[in-house]
Structure formats: C-alpha cells, structure tokens
C-alpha cells in the first residue's frame, strides 16, 4: 500500500477533518457556481419576456429604408450596414384563406355599422337580380397632377371625371350573407354608382332592364346618435330601404396615396380628351349582366357559366374566410407589444412552435365566439395569396376622416397556393374588433407561426407597416436611433419596449450578482484548496524527505504522494459536490422557481474542473516536496 | 499580585511568539475568519443590491390596464358611460368607490358628431396616448403652442387641438376660437391651443372634462379607456378595488352595456417579480448555510492548528498552569487571528462596494460569533488534554 495512503488511514481524524474542509469549499463553491448559473439563466429568461420593437412613423417616408439595388430588403439582409442593437427583422407573411365552417365578421354583425369597408371583401361580396329604375350621369371637373419626363411636379391640369349613379329595384337577393337578412333593415332598393363604365364607354345600365349585379354589398347609410337611450342601437339608418353595391373607391382615394382597394376587379382608364372614364379589363370578373326572363334560367345558359361557376362559389369561398398574418414573433406586433392585444385565454406560440412552424393559431375573441371555437379545437386553413391593401375610412361617425382600413383581397380559384393544413388554436386574443390605422388588424385575423405555411417568406411584404417590426436587443433602442440620425434618418422609427426599462436596473443588478456569487464561492474554494494542500504536505513532508533519504527515487515518492492526495482529494470532491447539490436543493425547493433549480451539468462541470485544480496543484507541490534537496534538508535540520 | 501581573504578561508575550512561530498556520486561520467575513459582507451586500433594484422596478413598472366589454371581446367603440371615467379619475366617489386610489394615468376618449362645423366630431380625451390616432405611428403630428402643455387635457379647460387648416375664429383676446355645436346644441367655445396634421381625421380634441365643473359630469359615451395601476405595492389590493367595478374579462360573461371588463396585463411583471424574488431568497437561504459552514470552519480550523502544540500544553500543564489559562492563551490567540482576519475582509468586502451597511457589520459579526464558537470548542478540546496519557504516548 502506498505510505502516505496509510499515513491518512493512521491519522483518520486528521485525514478525514482535513477532506471535510475541502468538501465544505466545494460545496459552498458548488452553491455558488449553481447560483450564477441560476441567475444567468433567470435574467436571459425575464429578457426574453420582453420585446423592443421599432415600428416606422406613419408621417414619414420611411420605406426608402428598406430598399437596396432597388428591393425592399429587411434591416438584418442589407449587408453594408451595421445596425447597433439590432437582433430580427420580424417580416411577417399574409394570406387569406377559407376557413371551412368557420364564418367571417361582419361588423355590422357587431353593431359597428361606421364603415363598411370593414366587411370587404369576404363578407361583402354579393351577387343581387334588380330592375334598374333611374340612372343619372354626371361630368365633374378633377385637378389632375401633371409631371415632366423625370417625373418631377410640373403642375395641374383640369379633368373631368366621368360617373353615373344608378338605383335598382331588388328583384331577387341570390347571394348575399347570411347575417345581413338579420341584421340589415329589409332592401327594396339598391343604389350604384362608379366611374366604371361598359366596354364601349357608355352606362352600362338602363331603366326598366333587368341585371345582374355583382360587387361589394353595403348597408344603408347611417349616422350615429351619440344620445341613444339604453338597449337601442345608436346607429340610425337615414333610409332604411335603400342599401349599396360598389365596385370600387376610386372617387374617393385617388387623392391619399393609398391602394384604390381595386382587390375584387381590374380597370382602366379610358381618356377622351379631357374626359376621362375606367372600363374593365378583358381578364376581370364582370360586375354587371344584363339578363331577360328568370335569373334562374340566365345562370343556366352559357353566358351565365362565369357567374355560376366563378362568382357565386367564390363569394361562398369568402363568407368562410379570414385574414392569415404569419410570424415569428407575436409580441412584436405593435399591438401586442403595447398591450392593446393580448392572449385572453390558452397562450401564445412557444419558441418551438416558432421554429417548427407547428401547426397551431390564434384567433379573436370574436371569432371564437361567432364559430363555437374554443383552445384545442381545430380549423381547417386553405391559403389564399391576396394582395393587401388600405381603404381610408368612409366612416360615417368620423365623418371625412383619413383612418386607413386594411382589407385583403377575396380568395379567387387562380390565388389558392394549394396549401392546406389542420391548424388548433392554442390561444384566444382580446383586441379592437374594428380598427383604424396602418398597424392595426381587424378581428377575423387568425395568427399562426411563419413556418408552418411552406415557403412563407414568398408571402412577406415589408413596405406595409401592419407586416414589419424590427426587433431590437432590449435596452438598445437609444444606440439603434442614435445610429439610424447618422444615416439622416432620426425619428423615422417608434419604440416600444414593453416597459424594460423600468427592469433593466434590477436586470443589471442580478448579472452583478451572480458574477459576485461566482467570485464568492470561487475564493473560498481557492482559499480552502490552499489550507488543504498547505496541512497535508505539510504532514507528508517529514515522510517523503524520510523516503529519499532511503534511496526511493524522486519520480516514484513524487508519484505515491500524488496519488495519495488524489484519491482524498477525489473523495472530498465527490462529497462537496454532493453535499452542495443537496444544500441547494433543500434552498430551492423552499424558492420555488425552475429557472434557478440545480442543473447537474453544470454542477458535474464545476466539479470536474475544481478536481482538475486540485489535481494540477496537488501535482506541482508533490513535485516541490518530493524534489527537495537532502543535503540542504539536513542542514537546516542540524542547524 | 505584581507576579500575576508579570506572569499574564510573559504568557502573551508567549502566545504572541508562538502565532510568530506558527505564521503559517497563524496566517491560514486568519485568511479563513476574513473570507468569511467578506463572504458575509459580500452576500448582504448582494442582497441589499437586489433588494433596492428589486424596489426599483416595483416602483417605475406600469401595469397597463385595458378597459374591454365584459367577454373580452372589444376594446375600442366600447361606448361604456363616462360615469366609469369619472370613477377612475376620482371625480365620482359614490358608494365608497375610490377607484383613483388604485389607478393612475387615466386615458380615455369620447366622442360626438358635431353639427357644427359641419362634418366634424368633437373628440374628448385625457391625454395625447387615448387617442391612437395621435400616435407618430399612425403618421399623426401634434403641436402645441407654446406655454401649452398635454397637461391641460387633465383639466376642464375650454381649450382644444384642431386638424391643421380648420376654420378658427379671433376672439376679442387675439386668441384663436372654434365654436363647437352638438348634435343635441350644446355650444362650447373652445380656445385652440395646438394643431393635428399628417394623417389622422377630422376631429377637434379637447380636454376630457372641458367646460365641466368639478363636480358630477354630463355622461359621454366613452369609446376606449385605459389605465395604468397606482401603486404595485399594492397590486392586490388595486387589483381588488378595480374588479369591485369592473369584471375580469372571459367568454364566459355575459355581455352588457352596464358590465365592462379590464384586462390587467401584469403577466409579464408577476412573472420577472417573482423570478427576481426567488433570486432574492436564494441569497437570504444562503447567507444562514455560510454562516453555519463558518463555524465549522472555524472549529476545524483552529483545531487542527493547535492540535500539534499539545505537546506546549502538557508542559504548560506540568509547570502548574490551569487549564482554563491555557485556553486562555489559546483562544486569545484565536480571538485575535480572526478579529485580524475579520478586519481585512471587512476592508476588503468595503472597497468592493465602497460602502458598509450596518446589515452587512450585524452578519460579519454573526459569522465572526460562530466562527468564533467553533474555534473555542476547538480550544477547549485541544486544552483538555490528559498529561499523564499524553506524556505515556510520548515515551
């Protein structure tokens, strides 16, 4: 047996006080490291509850931004430019798809009668049989902006604007939906009026025939009384009897900037020397067929085959259908970042849905309760790629109001991008039902995470402000706009933060902390592998000078002395290890919270590498004890 | 007397010599009383950081609240009566309800249809962020001029903010005026005081309360309210004061115009609070483990330090000391290694936070007790010791 190994065995006591030390070290130490690793842990997790956005200002023109070689290429892409802070771009994709047996919102379903754009174009669309009773044609002069070859503002130059308005007895209401027998006043009358004319140029209806119309169905005008007693409908009908078809916005938002909301037919213009008109294109739905006889028999015959084989079935498409905003971050919509959203019941996505495009969604409060859905159900999504656009208000409450309305196109047959999935909704969210603005959306909008839809990025659109946050590392947002007014752009972006701020302090606190506790218990574990190793070659060094004074060589003292410390050292790191693994336990157990339980990994890690200390240590004083010189030795002794 | 005297002298100068003589072990039992003093120092000290940050984020985090219908459903165009608002801004304290002792930063916006001017609302609000459609971020601009300041919204002031281009009128001050007229013909002149432009809609925005006296309130219907809570000390007991009012929203209610919702977004704040807490508790279950593995410590250390001078001791015995003086001179020894030990990591636990709190001296001195506890026991252990058997191993 090794002599030194029966050293420790004779002096037991000594033996065993002295391995408890340095279990005691390795244990506090083991507290210590668990705890740093704890901390770090707890505080990436506290961050990764917030999100700092930066959502560019509706007042300026901020799209510039986003454009290299003449793409709109997201922050994170543009390779030349260095962004501080800057984690994501989150570039969401949209779709629309048929959600079968789920129907659409209507927002006069929900006592919101204020604009009827909220309803186009699912639920809006309708297809009516009417007699027309009175058309009237109208010339208004329009200023019309007029530019040089390099596009620059030259001037103005007076038009005019070609329209009719015409009226309609219902004959027959052959698609329209469901809730609006309900919740619409009864029509006898339908009103029209456009700036599209026929093919020839000319109104393309006359009074006394009998038409088809086709287009987007609207109630009748109404006005808000801000007065109403309790229980009754604020919103007053000005005539009940008359309701509206239309084909397009064009009159009203030529002057905004906006998308005209052309999602449901395709125009265009017609010039007759000032005069100017719109007439369909050879590739668009009809919004119009004159028809003799029965409806009816019209659908049967052959010039009847688009409306009964395209119309009608796409407007049944669209009663089902609902806008699908894909992500990978909810809390970076701005509504959802502020608040004004937020998951009523059930949760939002978890990182790993986000990665692996599970197939799992969100969906309003409202359309919860209009479908009977609840978390767990499941819904069946067919994509549609619609294109995106904004209305501007036509509010009657906020009568010449310039509030955009985002609307999405209706799903076609030529649109549906064959993707359709089982998707359970694992949340339901509260926010506005019908909203104004560029960021907002409305309350038959379904989340899922981006990757669940096959190549999603091809349904990215980042120049619209709804689909495009850019994510910021917490606390970054002062450096990121101190950047951005380097480049001439200061103020372009909005942050929100989800109040951080009011965290970060106590976030930096925590990261001091922990690193004090990793320096705590690291100064002890030194401090303790000091005394050990100092008390017990201290001991061993009487016998070891006694060996060579025998003739046993340097090399085999030296290696019987390592050994026997190893094997105590071993035995008091196994100890400590466990015995700091138990301690904490027993303290986390009384704290309550996962993120700082004890992760074994990391404590086996720290174990291993405080043995490999003292091992090392233990190596190099083996070495200076076993290679003292005897001759000295003695004469210091004899001294 | 003078002998005594002359003896307790030579046996410190003894004790003294022999902690010399010793220096090795001397020094290793007073770095072992330092660490632990600086190990305490430091651990209040952590703790006392994360308490104050901890009091920092309870005090600047805003817990937002949203005012829904009772399922949830909307928030906007809720048209809840402007009673609810007057609750949480404290101008209505009926039937014990003092709601503005929970909350603060009342937002909230009502709005009507104005005959005149003509197509035009007049937008009652209580701050620049009850209106998103003010925000930047809806591509609004605001300007006030100048001695103005958002402020003014809180009050009843007859003033307003009008869409740039608005038809004003000169009033006999010089200052600018619109006339707005109600549906109902209520007349309320209003002085401007700022401008809307970019996007946003034809609205003229007053104060909240403009041209209402301090006492009950003409009822609006109010479109969209929120707030924030007052104090999170006492988020319960908000929370409480705010659900005697309001519901807390789910599909399961029943809708009503009379039962309204909010939705107190605290998820995120509960959850880092009690992260940082248990975080907290972590450091105070530490500091009693420390302190129990000092005295150990201790009791280890300072007995097998002296446990080679038993030899000293016998002899010392032999010459006719008493024990209770030898343990005297040991422990003395002892008592002044870690009070030299608990000086240097008390300095040294000072300069890393340049501050000493008298928590951080009450634990130095609790782990300086047990360490101490542990070195007399040690001590009297070692000082015990039988001579006759020691002096029989010895031969």
């Known amino acids: 047996m090794n002599l030194f190994s029966k050293l420790s065995l004779r002096r037991a006591v000594f033996s065993a006080l002295l391995g408890l030390l340095l279990s005691a070290a390795v244990a506090v130490s083991s507290i210590g490291v668990a705890a740093w690793w704890g901390a770090n842990v707890q505080r990436e997790q506290v961050n990764a509850q917030y999100t700092t956005i930066a959502v560019p200002r509706g007042d300026v023109f901020w799209t510039g931004l986003l454009y290299e070689n003449n793409t709109p290429t997201p922050f994170s892409c543009q390779t030349e430019r260095d962004y501080p802070g800057l984690m994501a771009d989150d570039c969401r994709g949209f779709l629309a798809a048929h959600v079968e047996g789920c129907e659409t919102l209507s927002a006069y379903e929900l006592d919101n009668f204020g604009s009827p754009d909220f309803d186009a174009y699912g639920n809006s669309l309708a297809v009516v049989a009417v007699r027309c009773t009175s058309v009237a044609e109208y010339n208004d002069p329009i200023q019309q902006a007029v530019y040089d070859e390099n596009d620059e503002l030259i001037g103005t130059e007076e038009l005019i604007q070609r329209s009719y308005e015409a009226t309609f007895s219902i004959e027959d209401i052959i698609c329209r939906f469901s809730a609006y027998d309900t919740v619409l006043p009864e029509a006898n009358e339908i009103s029209f009026g456009s700036s599209v004319f026929s093919a020839e140029g000319e109104v393309p209806f006359e009074e006394g025939k009998t038409y088809l119309l086709f287009g987007n169905y609207e109630g009748p005008s109404v006005f808000y009384d801000d007065f109403a007693e309790e229980g009754v409908s604020p919103w007053e009908f000005r005539a009940p009897e008359i309701h509206r078809m239309t084909v397009s916005r064009i009159d009203s938002m030529t002057s905004s900037g906006f998308d005209t909301g052309n999602l449901l037919f395709s125009w265009e213009k017609i010039e007759d020397g000032k005069k100017i008109a719109y007439r369909l294109t050879e590739d668009s739905l009809p919004f119009y067929a004159e028809y003799s006889g029965s409806w009816q028999d019209f659908l049967q015959r052959d010039v009847g085959q688009v409306w009964r084989e395209r119309i009608l079935p796409m407007c049944q498409i669209n009663y089902e259908s609902a806008g699908v905003v894909l992500t990978d971050q909810m809390n970076s919509l701005l509504l959802f970042n502020t608040g004004e959203a937020a998951v009523l019941e059930g949760r939002s996505f978890d990182a790993g849905e986000y990665a692996e495009g599970t197939a799992v969604c969100l969906v309003s409060v409202a359309y919860a309760q209009k479908n009977a859905l609840s978390v767990g159900d499941t819904i069946h999504l067919d994509f549609y790629q619609t294109e995106l656009g904004y209305r501007e208000n036509g509010n009657y409450r906020n009568n010449g109001s310039a509030e955009p309305i985002l609307v999405h196109g209706p799903c076609r047959a030529e649109n549906r991008i064959g993707v359709q999935k089982d998707y359970t909704v694992v949340g339901i969210y509260t926010a506005p039902e019908f909203s104004y603005g560029l960021h907002r959306f409305q309350a038959d909008t379904i989340f899922v995470p981006k990757a669940s839809v096959p190549n999603a990025s091809a349904y990215e659109n980042i120049l619209h402000p709804l689909l495009y946050s850019v994510i910021l590392k917490n606390g970054t947002e002062a450096d990121f706009e101190a950047y951005m007014e380097s480049l001439g752009y200061g103020g372009v972006f909005s942050y929100f933060d989800q109040d951080y701020n009011a965290l970060a302090e106590t976030l930096t606190v925590i990261s001091a902390n922990a690193l004090r506790l990793l320096v705590i218990g690291s100064s002890i574990f030194l401090l303790a592998a000091a005394l050990f190793l100092f008390l017990n070659f201290r001991r061993a060094k009487p016998i070891a000078y006694g060996l060579r004074l025998l003739g046993i060589l340097r090399r085999k003292v030296q290696r019987e002395l390592f050994a026997a410390t190893a094997i105590l050292t071993l035995i008091a790191v196994a100890v400590g290890a466990a015995l700091g693994a138990a301690l904490y336990r027993v303290v986390t157990a009384r704290v309550l919270s996962e993120l700082i339980a004890l992760r074994p990994g990391a404590l086996l890690l720290c174990a291993a590498l405080q043995l490999l200390v003292l091992l090392f240590l233990a190596a190099v004083c083996a070495c200076r004890i076993s290679g003292g010189k005897l001759m000295q030795g003695r004469r210091k002794k004899s001294e | ?294 005295g150990g410590i201790g009791f280890l250390a300072s007995y097998l330090t002296i446990r080679g001078r038993m030899r000293e001791f016998a002899v010392m015995r032999c010459l006719g000391m008493k024990r209770r003086k030898i343990f005297a001179q040991v422990f003395g020894g002892q008592v002044l290694l870690a009070f030299l030990g608990a000086a240097v990591g008390g300095f040294a636990g000072f300069l890393s936070e340049r501050a000493i709190s008298a928590a951080a001296i009450g634990k130095a001195g609790l782990i300086l007790a047990v360490f101490l506890a542990g070195a007399a026991l040690a001590s009297r252990n070692v000082t015990r010791v039988n001579v006759m058997k020691l002096m029989k191993v010895e031969e």
């Open chain 2, 1 to 294: 007397m003078k002998a005594n005297t002359t003896s307790g002298k030579a046996l410190r100068q003894v004790a003294l010599r022999t902690l010399w003589r010793r220096k090795g072990a001397s020094i290793l039992l007073a770095a072992v009383a330092a660490l632990g003093v600086f190990a305490s120092v430091a651990l209040q000290n952590v703790i006392a950081r994360q308490e104050t940050g901890m009091r920092d984020m309870v005090r600047n985090t805003s817990i937002h609240c949203v005012v829904t219908d009772a399922q949830g459903r909307n928030s906007e165009d809720l048209r809840m009566y402007s009673a609810f608002v007057d609750m949480l801004t404290g101008r209505r304290h009926e039937r014990d309800c003092y709601l503005d002792e929970a909350v603060k930063n009342v937002r909230a916006k009502a709005t009507v249809q104005l005959e005149q001017p003509q197509g035009m609302t007049l937008r009652r609000i209580l701050s620049f962020d009850s209106d998103s459609t003010l925000s930047a971020t809806e591509g609004a601009n605001v300007r006030l001029f100048d001695g103005w300041t958002e402020d003014v919204f809180r009050t009843n002031a007859a003033v307003c903010m009008i869409p740039e281009g608005t038809e004003t009128q000169c009033g006999e001050d010089g200052q600018q005026y619109v006339t707005a007229i109600t549906q109902d013909g209520t007349s309320l002149q209003l002085q401007v005081i700022g401008t809307v432009s970019g996007r946003t809609d034809n609205a003229i925005r007053c104060p909240f309360y403009a041209q209402q006296d301090s006492g009950i309130t003409e009822l609006y219907s109010v479109e969209s309210c929120s707030f924030d809570i007052l104090d999170n000390e006492r988020l319960d007991a908000c929370k409480a004061a705010v659900y005697e009012v309001f519901v807390e929203p789910s599909l399961a209610n029943t809708a009503s115009s009379r039962t309204y919702g909010v939705l107190i977004q605290d998820k995120a704040y509960l959850s880092s609070l009690d992260e940082f807490r248990s975080s907290l508790s972590l450091l105070q279950l530490l500091l009693p483990i420390l302190t129990v593995l000092f």
